[in-house]
């Protein structure tokens, strides 16, 4: 009885060294980015008084990574967007700014190049988009989807450059402090963007 207690408690101690082993391997994988860079972003929007047109902007990425999947938190936007005059509530025409905060899910192809020097990725998330007026109290907000693809290439030491494609749909309101049920209109936003990254924990 004492031997087959003893080889129990032996397997025991191989099955826990064993998970432990590789619960720290997976912890070991994890790495948590920060980036900052510029943006092309171009608005196309059903909204009457938002006319297609193209900006620049800055964007702010930090993430974090576990083998092949990211979860990033992503906030984008530019300044100088040209909007007409409004009808449902009359005011001239303005100046806008856009903003986007989405949170996504990516996946990165870390075995395609055995250099292990550029790593694309796919991605999807949910977003939260507001193009505001400059000079009056109106924007045209909403909830959307991104959709995401990208390519990151390593540089010196902990430093790589993200040059990504992202997309954003969303379906907005016109916003002011007042009550009423007001259309919405289907907007689209697409960016390209290049950030230079700084990895706290590569590998």
Request: no cysteine.
């Amino acid at each position: 009885m004492r031997r087959v207690s003893i080889k129990i408690i032996g397997l025991l101690l191989i099955l826990n060294t064993q998970v432990f082993s590789q619960t720290e391997d997976i912890q070991n994988e994890e790495e948590k980015y920060f980036g900052l860079g510029l943006s092309h972003f171009s608005v196309k929007s059903k909204h009457p008084s938002i006319d297609d047109q193209s900006f620049l902007g800055i964007s702010l990425i930090m993430g974090i990574r576990n083998r092949n999947h990211v979860f990033e938190l992503f906030a984008g936007g530019g300044s100088g967007l040209k909007v007409g005059p409004t009808y449902d509530i009359y005011y001239p025409k303005d100046s806008a700014d856009l903003s986007s905060i989405t949170l996504s899910y990516q996946y990165q192809f870390r075995n395609i190049n055995k250099m292990g020097n550029s790593i694309p990725y796919l991605g999807i998330g949910l977003s939260y988009n507001s193009i505001n007026w400059t000079k009056y109290v109106y924007d045209h907000t909403g909830d959307g989807i991104t959709i995401l693809a990208g390519i990151i290439i390593k540089t010196a030491d902990n430093w790589a450059i993200n040059f990504a494609m992202r997309q954003y749909k969303y379906s907005g309101t016109r916003q002011i402090f007042s009550d009423g049920n007001y259309p919405s209109y289907n907007t689209k936003a697409f960016e390209i963007t290049g950030i230079l990254v700084y990895h706290f924990n590569r590998k």
